[in-house]
């Protein structure tokens, strides 16, 4: 029974360290923007230099040798089947040095003013750390859960033993303040934002001042709806300015997907107006709204699942015509390469964070020019939660207007520009996002602080 209760520790600490390289990965991303747009080009570059090291010293040198030594040997005897998929996972391994080396040079080459071709750079890098996503993508989705089924208590006490050793230099207590140390460096380096937890300044384009000239996309007044005689709204009021990100946050039952659903036709209001572009469509139709450019990714992600993927793609476009179809479905799978991978299996078939990109991908067929998403980390691994906050962050980069209802408070707020906060049917705080993570009342509600 003991061996039993201290199991599996070493998953933890792989998702952990996992986690860690998936914020390098979209630090990669943001120091590669900002070189393209020509922001501090000498700094970001010394700052990929320092990240590459980081994941030398600690992902290639240890992290990987014990993964392949101790918990891939275990699962190839234990489970024959998963040979195909760990043979994939170990030759990455080895071949990912000679890769991130490549992308040194050339990041050691720009820091130091030999420009030399950029693009190459930036494509090099930006294939780099969507190789780091790929890659911890596979081993979480096929991998672990294989050695969660078939590996035995025995097994995992050995796993165990050699992950958490208190000599080991990735996981012991000796070598972490020398990665505060590395990780203080990489921040202080580093052009804002790096997404290491780093102070993360508020975009220019929707600053106060900024989203006051921008025109209001959504309006809503006094809106109240009831579920027979049980009123689950009670006077909400909010806006979304164009290319805004706006979240609302609140418990189970606080009234937010309610308030989504109205927006989109579905749930009657008793009382109160939204505007959609100065438009009243409060008592207009559903379909008229998805028309007008309304689109929404429910709760639950709702994929139809005998049908193929790339069907649920195509029937997001429904309402359009043309030979612009074919151009936006590439986008998708661009944005999540997966889809592409598994374009023509029935929907169902995907897990659950996939058909939450599916439903995303699905909904941006659409084209929207307001795109409300409903408790899109709901159910999914911490991995994918932070995938999906991640493409959150590029649909918003990209200027799409974005209504967000979510629980997870302290990852919505985090990337809003604007925030509110509802209890009850009651919107009972307002303002930017990262100031009301800072407000009492929500640390203690939502963040448990």
């Given amino acids: 029974m003991q061996v039993m209760e201290s199991s599996m520790q070493a998953l933890e600490i792989i998702q952990a360290e996992h986690r860690g390289v998936w914020r390098v990965a979209s630090a990669l ?15 970001a570059a010394g700052t990929v230099v320092e990240l590459l090291d980081y994941l030398d010293a600690y992902i290639d040198r240890v992290h990987h040798p014990k993964e392949d030594e101790f918990l891939f040997r275990a699962l190839r005897e234990r489970d024959p089947a998963t040979a195909r998929d760990l043979d994939r996972l170990e030759a990455e391994h080895r071949d990912g040095p000679a890769h991130r ?32 996503r790929q890659h911890m993508r596979f081993e979480e989705t096929n991998v672990l859960p294989a050695a969660r089924r078939a590996l035995t208590p025995e097994d995992w006490e050995r796993i165990d033993g050699a992950f958490a ?69 009670h006077g909400i009021d909010l806006e979304v300015k164009q290319g805004q990100l706006v979240a609302l946050v609140g418990a189970n039952g606080a009234g937010k997907t309610t308030l989504l659903r109205t927006i989109s036709g579905v749930q009657p209001a008793s009382a109160g107006t939204i505007r959609f572009n100065g438009e009243d469509i409060t ?23 005998p049908m193929s993927i790339e069907d649920n793609l195509r029937l997001g476009a429904y309402t359009r015509r043309g030979p612009e179809i074919e151009h936006d479905l590439e986008r998708m799978y661009g944005i999540f390469p997966i889809l592409k991978e598994k374009r023509s299996l029935p929907a169902g078939t995907l897990s659950g964070g996939q058909q939450q990109m599916l439903a995303m991908a699905r909904a941006l067929m659409g084209r929207p020019k307001l795109l409300l998403l409903d408790e899109p980390s709901m159910g999914l691994a911490p991995l994918l939660v932070e995938e999906i906050f991640r493409v959150v962050r590029r649909l918003k980069a990209e200027g799409i207007t974005i209504f967000l209802v979510e629980q997870n408070a302290h990852a919505a707020l985090a990337i809003a520009d604007i925030g509110y906060v509802v209890e009850t049917g009651h919107t009972v705080l307002s303002g930017p996002g990262p100031e009301l993570l800072r407000h009492e009342q929500v640390k203690k509600a939502y963040l448990g602080m």
């Fill in 283 to 305: 008592r207009l139709a559903p379909e008229k709204r998805v028309r007008l450019g309304i689109c929404q990714v429910p709760e639950g992600r709702q994929v139809f699942g």
């Fill in 29 to 43: 991303d943001a120091l590669r923007e900002a070189m393209a747009a020509g922001r501090e080009r000498e700094a």
């Fill in 101 to 132: 080396d490549r992308v040194r040079a050339l990041a050691v080459a720009f820091r130091d003013g030999r420009r030399g071709d950029e693009r190459a750079f930036f494509d090099a890098l930006g294939d780099f750390a969507e190789h780091l």
């Fill in 165 to 233: 050793a208190d000599e080991d230099p990735l996981f012991g207590a000796r070598t972490r303040t020398e990665l505060d140390t590395l990780k203080t460096r990489i921040v202080a380096l580093a052009p804002e934002p790096v997404g290491l937890g780093g102070r993360r300044e508020a975009n220019p384009d929707v600053s106060t001042a900024s989203a006051a000239r921008r025109p209001t996309v959504l309006e809503i007044g006094g809106i109240t709806s009831h579920y027979g005689r049980i009123q689950a709204l």
